[in-house]
């Protein structure tokens, strides 16, 4: 098979990179390397089943060019930047809805026959069924990313409909593990190793989270489309359990061996739009035969081995972020 | 009250504009005159409260040159055109995605507190639950008119919840009655007066439809705005019956004393994405204390006898349409 990545250079994107590669397929890469980093291709780099080209897919004719003999895209290039959409209003819909437009549009145009979108979790907004399923009452959205998502969402399902192509669409958590370049493992290791002695936090602490680990990630995305054959399928990813942000400082804490003293802003958001309870309904996946291999805490602890060893490649957000997400 | 409808020269949108004039508001009408008639605003027109001025909500320094001092934004231009999204692919994410995207920034840098969408039943794709209630399980898209006005919701609530604006939208049923100028009424009309003895049906003539007539849908828009207060307001706005298409037809028919012989194309869908059943439960709305005067029935012969007075008015569409929407 012939794949596209687009986001091949992000922290999903290339193990998805890496995963192709290695069970033998032709992979072409592309990324605008806005927040992409090369490195992580240095491993896929050594195939030559493997290409990649930097570029952005708001050039519909650039993107077009790429899309010639592809099998299957995966459409993973986004702006991941959830917290601080309001200081970008526009960068979501930009970036997301549109990008994945373009990206709709030049698969029909090319023939492209199928489609693997990464959306997420925060569609279901403030969710009335905890934990989420799929099919959970219509929502009402809560942050620009969601709804940009949530706008993909439903272009493909109509270009689906409309032009025949299939569709995989995966509602995430948030996800761990090696390459995780922003989120709050990276702001409270950042804050602890900079100054064990104190961590701030957005928020009461007790806003309640799911994760799941990069590589189950991946491993979910491939049995679904082995197993999943409706013109639309749609899964939420996570792991069976959700943490509350203060078990997730105490593993990070217990990782670094710190004891820091906790002084956090209060309120149960930490921010405009955050969503105090995030926890999905994971059985549609399940049922196909796939598990979570790592829990939440191993996850976590992953993750943070990943950036004692990678710290010094990671850049720093011009935002100093102290908030779970 | 100094409020700004765009589309003002369309179907719904000058209606609207005519019950605010009516009503002893300021307006302030756009519409790029891409389907909007220059006369539905004759009477408009006549009133020192009323300013009109010829543009495109894509063109986003014009808008906002519009927006200033604006109270509330009806926000009704929009692509409606349902049935033939496949032949131009981009046109409902331009018009209704983007389109809405640019309203909601100049709203925002402006300062604008409050809109009012009109979305649609369609939203609902092919519903479980029928009626459609506006908490219907998250539907999947099945055109890309639909897609796009959910991207537009999407969007709408997402500025509600991160910039403090509050919404109302609205999830219409086909709309009839004065100034309609697309749709099935019109499409058997044309065919009726111009050869009485035959019509051709797409589909089986079995597809079940909603409608409301257009006055009905004006008050109860402003029932919402006065009675529902929430940041963000969801309505369906419909009648609390459906018809077959061959219904429609028989009262067409009756209307226009003709008794032609029917050709169905066959199938229960008259096009890619048409869906033979929209009913959605307006039981919200009810509760409010509105209902519908004119029933469907009703709703069909005031468009008939609309269409008999004005249809040397009414442009030809270059689509030969003989489907219901």
Redesign the interface.
């Known amino acids: 098979m012939k794949a596209l990545v687009t986001g091949a250079a992000g922290f999903i994107g290339s193990n998805l990179v890496d995963h192709l590669l290695a069970e033998g397929h032709n992979v072409v890469g592309v990324d605008n390397f806005s927040t992409g980093q090369a490195h992580f291709l240095d491993r896929a780099m050594l195939h030559t089943r493997f290409s990649m080209q930097r570029g952005d897919i708001l050039d519909k004719a650039w993107l077009l060019s790429r899309m010639r003999d592809i099998e299957l895209v995966f459409h993973f290039a986004a702006n991941a930047d959830v917290r601080f959409?309001?200081d970008h209003?526009?960068k979501d819909?930009e970036q997301n809805?549109?990008g994945t437009?373009n990206v709709?549009?030049a698969m029909?145009i090319c023939g492209v026959p199928s489609i693997v979108f990464a959306s997420t979790g925060s569609v279901?907004?403030e969710a009335?069924i905890i934990p989420a399923p799929?099919?959970?009452?219509?929502?009402?959205?809560?942050?620009?990313y969601?709804?940009?998502k949530?706008?993909a969402?439903?272009?493909i399902?109509?270009?689906a409909?409309?032009?025949g192509i299939r569709a995989h669409i995966f509602r995430f958590v948030s996800i761990l593990g090696e390459r995780y370049t922003h989120g709050h493992v990276l702001d409270f290791y950042r804050q602890l190793t900079e100054h064990p002695e104190s961590l701030r936090v957005l928020g009461n602490g007790k806003q309640r989270k799911s994760y799941l680990y990069v590589h189950d990630c991946v491993r979910a995305i491939f049995v679904a489309l082995e197993r999943a054959k409706d013109k639309?399928n749609?899964f939420n990813l996570g792991t069976d359990e959700y943490c509350e942000v203060n078990d997730s400082i105490g593993w990070i804490c217990a990782e670094l061996g710190v004891s820091p003293h906790i002084q956090y802003s209060g309120g149960d958001r930490g921010w405009?739009?955050d969503n105090p309870l995030i926890f999905l309904d994971c059985s549609r996946i399940r049922a196909l035969g796939w598990k979570p291999e790592l829990s939440i805490r191993q996850a976590v602890v992953r993750t943070v081995h990943y950036l004692r060893e990678n710290i010094h490649r990671i850049e720093r957000n011009d935002h100093l972020s102290c908030v779970p997400s």
Chains 1, 2 share one sequence.
Do not use: M, N, W
Request: no cysteine; hydrophobic share 35%.
């Open positions: 959409g309001a209003p526009t819909f809805a549109q437009a709709l549009e029909r279901y907004g009335s799929e099919d959970h009452p219509f929502p009402i959205q809560t942050s620009l969601a709804a940009s949530l706008s969402e439903g272009q399902q109509a270009y409909e409309t032009f639309v749609i405009i739009g």
